[in-house]
C-alpha cells in the first residue's frame, strides 16, 4: 500500500495533489475525512490529519468548520505553478544527468524533445 | 443492599450461582447414597443404616473441594473483570454462609426424603455417629450441625486453594491451619457436653464454662478465623500471568 | 471524559527479578498507544500494575488522577486483556457464550451487539468450551472482550498472539474503526512493531523496565532517518550525530541516524547526493534496545 521511501502522510499529501492535479478532484470538491483515510489505508486518523494539515497549509485544501475538507478553488493552479517552478530542477536536471552517466548524447536526447513536439503538434 | 448494579450483578453471579450448584451437588449426592443403598440391599443383604447419614463425611469433604474450586475460579474472573479483591472476600464470605444454610435444610430435607423410602421398604434409618444430631429424624439438630461446621470446612477449602494460586508453598503451609480450624469445629459439636475438650480447660482458666454457648462460639471463631486467613492471602494476590 | 494514566518510580519486583524499574511516564487523551519493548522488557508487568492485576513494589501507578490497586471507582474503566492462552485462562472450563456473559454482566461499557458482531466476524463458535479452541481463536475472543468492554482504558497484551496474520489485520481494522467510534484510551503491547505501528498515535517504549521514549508517532519517524550513498559522503554527513547503524557495501554506504534533521539538513543531504528514508519504527525499536542480547 505504501512504499517504505517516505513518511506516510506525505505518501497521502501526494496522493491527493497527484488527484488535484489530475483533475480527479475538482475545486471546493470534499474529500474523505480523516477517518475515513484512516480506515482504508489501515492507519492513525493523526497521521491522515497530518497529511491534510499540511495541505491546508500549502493552500491545497481549506476546512469548512463541522462540515469537512475541501480543495481549494486555486488549487489546481497552485500546484501547476509549483510544478512547473520545479519541473526543470526534477525532471530535466536528472535526465541530464543520467543521459550522461549512460553516454546518451544530449543532441539525441534534444532531438528526442524536439520529434516528441512535432508530433504533438500534429496530433 | 447493594445499591451499584455491576456490583450486585457480580453478587449474584458468585453467590446465587454457588448456592444453586450447592443444591445439585447435594441432591446428586443425595440420589447417589439411594443408588448404592438400592444396590447393597439388592446384592448384598439387608440395610441397616441410613444411607444419607453414611455420606455426611464425603458430603464436607465435597463442600470442602467445592470451595477450593470456587475461589479459585471466581477470583480471578471478577478481578480481571475490574471488581476489587475486597469485593470478591466480602461476596465469597456470605456465599460460604449462604451454601451453608441451603445445604443445612437440604440435608435435612435428604433424611426426611429417605426415611419415606426407609419406610416403604421397611429399612431401619439408624446413624450411628457422635455429634449434633444422633437420630435421623432430628432435623433441626441436622441442619444446625451443618450451619455450624460447613463454613469452616468450605472457608478452609477457599483459602487452601488460593494459597496454592498465589505459591505453592503458602497452600501447603496452610494446609495445616485448615486442618486445625476443621479438627475444631467438629470436636465442638461432636463433644458430648456441647463443647470442645481441648478448647473447655483454658476456657475454663479464663472463667467460661462449656455449654452450647461455647460450642457455637467456637464454630463462629472457626468461620471468623477462615475469613480472616482468606482474606490475609487474598487482599493483594496477584493475577498470575505465563510466566509470574 | 479523557482518560489519564500515570506511573511515578514505578516498580515491580518479583522473586529475584525486577520487572519495572522506576519508570514515570504520563499517558493523556485517547487514541491508539503502542506500549512497545523486547520480549521481558516489562510490558505485561507494567500493564499488570496498571490495572490492578498486581500491587506495585513502589511507586505510584493512577488512573484519571486515583491510585489504582484496589479501587472500586476507578477498577471497572480499566480492562486489561493478557496475550495468547493466557487471556481467558480464568474462562478455560467455560463456553464461549458463558465468558461472553461473564463480560456482560461485569463489564459497565459492555457492548453485546458488537461483542455478537466480532464473534461472528471472527468466526468463533459460541457453544464451544474455551479450552476447545485454538490458540488463535482464543486470542481472537480475548481481543473480542477487550474491545467489546469499551472500557475507557483499555490494555491489549500482545493479544494477536496465534492469530493468523488475515485474523491479525482484521484486528487491527476493528481496533482502528472502534478507536474512532468511540474515542478511549487504547494501550496495544506489541513486538510486531511492523503490523502494528501504522495504527499508532503514540509511541512508548520501554526496555529492561525503564522508559525509553513516550514519543508522537509520526514525530518518531521524523525522529530517524537513513542516509545511504558513497560511503565518504555519508561518513562526512553523519559526523556529529546519533548513528544507531552503519552497513557498508563496497564504496557506498548507509547509516540510521537519530534526531530530528532540520529542513536544510536534508537539503544539503539531496545536493551531495545522498539518499534519506524514513526509518521504519521497528527499526528504530530493534536500533534502540539491541544492548546485549537476552
Redesign the interface.
Known amino acids: 500500500m505504501?512504499d517504505?521511501?517516505?513518511?506516510?502522510?506525505r505518501q497521502i499529501a501526494d496522493a491527493i495533489r497527484a488527484d488535484v492535479l489530475s483533475g480527479a478532484l475538482r475545486e471546493d470538491e470534499q474529500i474523505m475525512s480523516t477517518?475515513q483515510y484512516?480506515?482504508h489505508?489501515?492507519?492513525?486518523?493523526?497521521?491522515a490529519a497530518?497529511a491534510f494539515q499540511d495541505l491546508v497549509d500549502e493552500g491545497v485544501l481549506y476546512k469548512r468548520r463541522g462540515l469537512g475538507m475541501f480543495v481549494h478553488p486555486r488549487a489546481r493552479e497552485k500546484l501547476r505553478d509549483q510544478h512547473r517552478a520545479r519541473f526543470f530542477s526534477d525532471v530535466v536536471d536528472p535526465m541530464v544527468t543520467e543521459a550522461r552517466a549512460i553516454g546518451v548524447s544530449l543532441d539525441d536526447v534534444i532531438a528526442r524533445v524536439a520529434e516528441l513536439r512535432d508530433g504533438g503538434e500534429h496530433r | 443492599m447493594i445499591t451499584d448494579p455491576i456490583a450486585r450483578a457480580a453478587a449474584r453471579r458468585f453467590i446465587g450461582g454457588c448456592t444453586l450448584w450447592a443444591l445439585v451437588g447435594v441432591a446428586a449426592l443425595f440420589l447417589f447414597s439411594l443408588a448404592v443403598t438400592t444396590a447393597v440391599a439388592t446384592f448384598a443383604g439387608p440395610i441397616e443404616v441410613s444411607g444419607w447419614g453414611e455420606v455426611s463425611l464425603p458430603l464436607k469433604w465435597g463442600f470442602l473441594a467445592f470451595g477450593a474450586v470456587m475461589a479459585v475460579v471466581t477470583l480471578p474472573q471478577h478481578v480481571a473483570h475490574g471488581r476489587t479483591r475486597r469485593e470478591f472476600a466480602v461476596h465469597q464470605a456470605v456465599c460460604v454462609v449462604a451454601m451453608a444454610l441451603v445445604t443445612g435444610i437440604a440435608a435435612a430435607s435428604a433424611f426426611a426424603l429417605e426415611s419415606l423410602v426407609y419406610r416403604v421398604m421397611d429399612w431401619p434409618q439408624e446413624v450411628s455417629r457422635t455429634g449434633l444430631y444422633t437420630e435421623a429424624d432430628q432435623y433441626a439438630l441436622v441442619a444446625l450441625e451443618h450451619w455450624l461446621v460447613l463454613p469452616t470446612w468450605i472457608g478452609v477449602g477457599v483459602f487452601v486453594s488460593l494459597g496454592f494460586y498465589r505459591h505453592i508453598a503458602l497452600g501447603a503451609a496452610l494446609i495445616p491451619v485448615g486442618a486445625v480450624l476443621v479438627h475444631v469445629v467438629e470436636a465442638a459439636v461432636k463433644s458430648v457436653d456441647f463443647s470442645a475438650p481441648y478448647l473447655a480447660e483454658p476456657l475454663a482458666a479464663l472463667g467460661v464454662g462449656s455449654g452450647p454457648g461455647v460450642m457455637v462460639a467456637s464454630c463462629l471463631v472457626g468461620f471468623l478465623l477462615a475469613m480472616v486467613v482468606t482474606w490475609a492471602v487474598v487482599r493483594d494476590i496477584p493475577l498470575r500471568s505465563r510466566t509470574h | 471524559m479523557s482518560p489519564t494514566i500515570s506511573a511515578e518510580e514505578l516498580r515491580l519486583r518479583y522473586r529475584n527479578t525486577t520487572a519495572v524499574d522506576g519508570l514515570t511516564l504520563t499517558l493523556d487523551g485517547p487514541?491508539?498507544y503502542g506500549l512497545i519493548g523486547r520480549n521481558g522488557s516489562g510490558k505485561t508487568s507494567l500493564m499488570s500494575v496498571l490495572a490492578g492485576f498486581r500491587r506495585a513494589s513502589g511507586g505510584r501507578a493512577r488512573v484519571n488522577g486515583q491510585p489504582v490497586f484496589e479501587n472500586p471507582r476507578i477498577l471497572p474503566e480499566i480492562c486489561l486483556i493478557r496475550g495468547g492462552a493466557d487471556t481467558v485462562e480464568h474462562e478455560l472450563r467455560n463456553r464461549v457464550s458463558d465468558a461472553l456473559k461473564l463480560a456482560a454482566d461485569l463489564r459497565p461499557n459492555w457492548d453485546a451487539d458488537y461483542a455478537d458482531e466480532l464473534v461472528s466476524k471472527f468466526g468463533i463458535d459460541r457453544t464451544k468450551r474455551v479450552v476447545q479452541l485454538s490458540t488463535g481463536q482464543r486470542s481472537a475472543l480475548a481481543s473480542i472482550l477487550g474491545l467489546a468492554s469499551r472500557a475507557p482504558v483499555t490494555l491489549l497484551d500482545e493479544t494477536y498472539l496465534g492469530m493468523d496474520a488475515p485474523a491479525r489485520?482484521a484486528f487491527?481494522?476493528e481496533l482502528?474503526?472502534d478507536s474512532?467510534a468511540h474515542p478511549r484510551m487504547l494501550i496495544v503491547s506489541s513486538h510486531l512493531v511492523d503490523e502494528v505501528s501504522?495504527?499508532?498515535?503514540r509511541v512508548v517504549m520501554i526496555d529492561q523496565g525503564r522508559l525509553l521514549l513516550h514519543e508522537?508517532?509520526?514525530t518518531l519517524?521524523?525522529r530517524g532517518a537513513t542516509v545511504s550513498g558513497p560511503a565518504d559522503t555519508v561518513a562526512d554527513f553523519v559526523s556529529g550525530r546519533t548513528v544507531l547503524n552503519e552497513r557498508r557495501l563496497g564504496r557506498s554506504a548507509s547509516a540510521v541516524v537519530y534526531g530530528e534533521l532540520a529542513e536544510a539538513d536534508r537539503a544539503h543531504a539531496r545536493e551531495s547526493g545522498l539518499e534519506l528514508?524514513?526509518v521504519?519504527l521497528q527499526d528504530l525499536f530493534v536500533h534502540l534496545t539491541k544492548g546485549e542480547n537476552r
Not at chain 3, 198 to 201: G, Q, T
Open positions: 505504501f517504505e521511501h517516505s513518511p506516510i502522510y477517518n484512516a480506515a489505508y489501515r492507519i492513525n486518523p493523526a497521521t497530518k | 487514541g491508539i489485520y487491527y481494522d482502528l474503526r474512532m501504522p495504527i499508532l498515535e508522537d508517532a509520526e519517524r521524523a528514508e524514513p521504519p
